[in-house]
């Protein structure tokens, strides 16, 4: 919808406007090889979006594994992820785009991660103050490609979600936007040149 002109923009963190996922996926390598579970690279990537907590739901449940605690070891697995902290760097092509909009538009994030760990990146990029509100998976009981999360962030920002342009980088948090009514820009579309064609409504 190349003449949409939005009246508010909501940006997904991890792997959107942070330059996370590898990292993300060092610290689950290490707490797989430390818990014997199973969980192989493409499926981390395939569940993007979904808390951390419910991944290790999922696998203790898939796997037999009653003796796993999934909040004990959700902390154990961001705490491994902070010692990467320092290397994490800005998705520019993103960041970009809110820089150009900051104070000039609402803006907010909307992101499946914790609230200590999300303000940790937006802090440590020093964008944590462009946004208006931070929405994460505290906040909403229903979790991506479910539109709770980008709603809640629209609410917050008193933006009506269709005039809402919001950015992802994985396939559950676009089905999420797209449920929402937003206009759903593909970051990974903009990271390898190709158009950032919006896909929503």
Not at 25 to 31: G, I, K, P
Request: proline residues 7%; contains cysteine; negative net charge.
């Amino acid at each position: 919808m190349p003449d949409f002109i939005p009246a508010g923009l909501v940006f997904d963190c991890d792997g959107t406007l942070a330059d996370t996922m590898p990292l993300h996926w060092r610290a689950w390598s290490e707490l797989a090889r430390r818990h014997r579970l199973e969980f192989p690279e493409t499926r981390f990537y395939a569940l993007g979006g979904v808390p951390t907590r419910d991944i290790l739901r999922m696998l203790a449940a898939e796997q037999g594994r009653p003796d796993i605690d999934p909040l004990v070891l959700a902390h154990e697995k961001e705490e491994l992820y902070f010692q990467y902290l320092p290397e994490v760097g800005p998705v520019e092509e993103v960041v970009s785009i809110a820089r150009e909009h900051r104070g000039r538009m609402p803006m907010a994030v909307a992101s499946g991660g914790s609230r200590h760990a999300i303000r940790r990146i937006l802090e440590h990029l020093g964008i944590l103050g462009w946004f208006d509100a931070v929405v994460t998976n505290e906040d909403v009981t229903r979790q991506k490609p479910a539109p709770d999360i980008f709603l809640e962030a629209a609410a917050r920002i008193r933006v009506e979600p269709i005039r809402c342009r919001a950015f992802e980088d994985t396939d559950l948090g676009m089905q999420a936007i797209v449920s929402a009514g937003m206009d759903a820009v593909d970051v990974r579309r903009m990271r390898t040149g190709l158009p950032p064609a919006a896909l929503g409504r």
